[in-house]
């Protein structure tokens, strides 16, 4: 484990955030360790970490019974911002907690399914509408489901003085 990160996947760790993603994504190399029902030894979490460096982490306020499904879930957070990885790089750049709003609703062809249609502005071709739309309904979306994520510049309400 020498030169590695060492992961603890624990409900006592730092809370799983994008930007915790980022900074692991950094890393030369990431070493998981799972414990079941109470966890792993205090003493071989000291001993790992007098040999390089260790993180707890935790994916959520819950117990899982074994730490495997919150290292893969960290795994997949980590994984997804590795250089190459995706195609398009710039397509990370808009997506939930990137910038502290969440992503803006996402439609798919046809047009029209089952009677519900795509927001005209999206198929009109004015790019500077679209982002606008697209930003609108970002702060909306994190206004009504996780206003805790809105930064100071988002909070109030379109047309109220703050």
Request: proline share 7%.
């Amino acid at each position: 484990v020498d030169g590695a990160t060492v992961v603890v996947t624990t409900p006592s760790g730092e809370p799983l955030t994008q930007a915790l993603a980022r900074d692991l994504a950094g890393r030369r190399r990431l070493v998981f360790a799972c414990g079941r029902y109470e966890g792993i030894d205090q003493r071989v979490l000291d001993h790992a970490r007098s040999r390089t460096e260790g993180r707890e982490i935790s994916i959520g306020d819950y117990v899982l019974n074994g730490g495997e499904a919150a290292a893969l879930v960290i795994t997949e957070a980590v994984v997804r911002l590795l250089p190459g990885f995706r195609g398009n790089a710039e397509s990370l750049v808009e997506e939930s907690h990137e910038d502290g709003l969440l992503e803006y609703p996402s439609y798919t062809k046809p047009a029209v399914w089952r009677g519900r249609e795509i927001p005209p502005v999206l198929l009109g071709g004015n790019h500077a509408a679209v982002a606008a739309w697209r930003h609108e309904q970002r702060v909306e979306r994190t206004r009504r489901v996780r206003p805790d994520l809105l930064p100071p510049e988002e909070e109030a309400l379109p047309g109220s003085v703050a």
